[in-house]
């Protein structure tokens, strides 16, 4: 049975740094950071082509995480991090990964396309 774990969130104030980590027993083509809210819908933050192939490494993230966040694996059975810079309070959620397939030959940011979630790890941000 396929597993994720998520580490490393915790409670910081605007403009701080956190590392989240996500540990997988197997990892699929693609992994990707998804958020939540209290009150509001999942989002995504961002994807990685985790699979041992050319394209390995290939990003994508949602324009909330654009310029402040980056995602990274070092080789395909590495972790997955998700380094957040310049934290602000609307990046507050539950923090989630997940893992799946490719669609359309890319690792998009539709939650749909990810077929294997962890538990989260929470992430508070203070003004």
């Known amino acids: 049975e396929e597993q994720l774990v998520e580490s490393g969130g915790g409670s910081v104030q605007a403009g701080g740094s956190l590392k989240l980590s996500c540990e997988a027993s197997?990892?699929?083509?693609?992994l990707g950071w998804f958020r939540q809210a209290p009150g509001k819908e999942r989002e995504a933050v961002a994807t990685?082509?985790?699979?041992?192939?050319?394209?390995?490494?290939?990003?994508f993230y949602a324009s909330s995480a654009q310029g402040r966040f980056t995602v990274s694996q070092e080789n395909a059975k590495s972790p997955v991090y998700l380094q957040m810079t310049s934290l602000k309070p609307e990046d507050t959620g539950m923090y989630y990964c997940?893992?799946?397939?490719?669609?359309?030959?890319?690792?998009?940011?539709?939650?749909?396309?990810?077929?294997?979630w962890g538990r989260g790890t929470q992430v508070t941000v203070s003004s």
């Open positions: 997940a893992t799946g397939g490719l669609l359309n030959g890319a690792c998009g940011l539709g939650s749909t396309q990810y077929r294997v």
């Open positions: 197997r990892y699929n083509y693609c």
């Open positions: 990685i082509y985790t699979s041992r192939e050319a394209a390995h490494g290939t990003t």
